[in-house]
């Protein structure tokens, strides 16, 4: 990893991350395509493969040791790194997806949300759907503060923030955003909450990958037999959310989105801007 000093990219470096944000994003949409239920989550693990593949990259998270597969798949009440299996998805079920892509030594790392469909418990869908929303725009608020904040800390004032103007959801503390570029994880750690310093500097050559984790209920967790599967101790629903996004000298850009973050930054008066 990169020490606090080393955490700013070049201008090019940025631009070669351009290219497995892009192969990430399409990872994700292939298992947003796919997503249903009767569906397997070793069926969408397989779609996000092909994805990076036909883009020209490799999953980075098969050269986690000891991790070989190309997405965490995370169900219910489990928040981060489900293992992708024969688990088949139900109808009601909300759904976190996490990938990432590697292209010429360079990484992308994104993470979504879903919410399946079920007309027998619409309340209980709503407010799954509900949880993924605040999530989803917490980690937009964040992502807007990192466009003019001085220091990089000032972005999880703003994801808490808008999390506890929502209702009462549980944020975790155990595990947070941070730097991507040569590594899927670098340095400096984006934290989803307020703590005491301020930070590095927010300034061109700056790349992150803010990632709200939220849960419905408490925010304690525990991993599973597993030894990757990450779980809430109460049984509460979770989401989870994340983009790469990189600090240049004309702006920002969303690496991890086709366009850059434009169509949910507009509303928020940031105007992305290509690298």
Known sequence: MRTARGIYKTPDEIRRMVAPGLATA?????????????????????AA???????GGHSNFQLVPGYRHTICSSVNDEVVHGIPGARVLAAGDIVSIDSGAEIDGWNGDSAMTLVLPD??????????????????????????????????????????????????YGILTDYVGHGIGRSMHEEPPVFNYRVRGKGPAVRPG?????????????????????????S???????????????VHEN????????????????????????P
Do not use: F
């Not at 850009?253 to 509303?267: C, E, I, K, R, S």
């Open 26 to 46: 399409a990872s994700l949409a292939a298992v947003r395509a796919l997503v249903a239920p009767g569906v397997t989550t070793l069926e969408l693990d397989a």
């Open 49 to 55: 493969d092909e994805a990076i593949r036909a883009a």
């Open 119 to 168: 007309p027998a418990r619409p309340d209980e869908v709503a407010a799954r759907q509900r949880l993924s929303d605040v999530t989803e725009q917490s980690l937009w608020r964040g992502i807007a503060r990192l466009a003019t904040a001085r220091h990089l800390n000032e972005v999880g004032e703003a994801v808490e923030d808008y999390i506890v103007s929502q209702g009462d």
């Open 206 to 230: 700056l790349v992150v990958a803010i990632e709200p984790m939220v849960t419905a209920g408490d925010a304690e967790t525990e991993v599973g037999d597993d030894d990757w599967t990450v």
């Open 232 to 246: 809430t101790v109460d049984g509460s629903m979770a989401a989870h959310w994340e983009h790469s996004v990189a």
């Open 251 to 274: 702006g920002i850009w969303v690496l991890t989105a086709p366009d850059g973050g434009a169509a949910q930054l507009a509303p928020l008066g940031i105007t992305p801007v290509a």
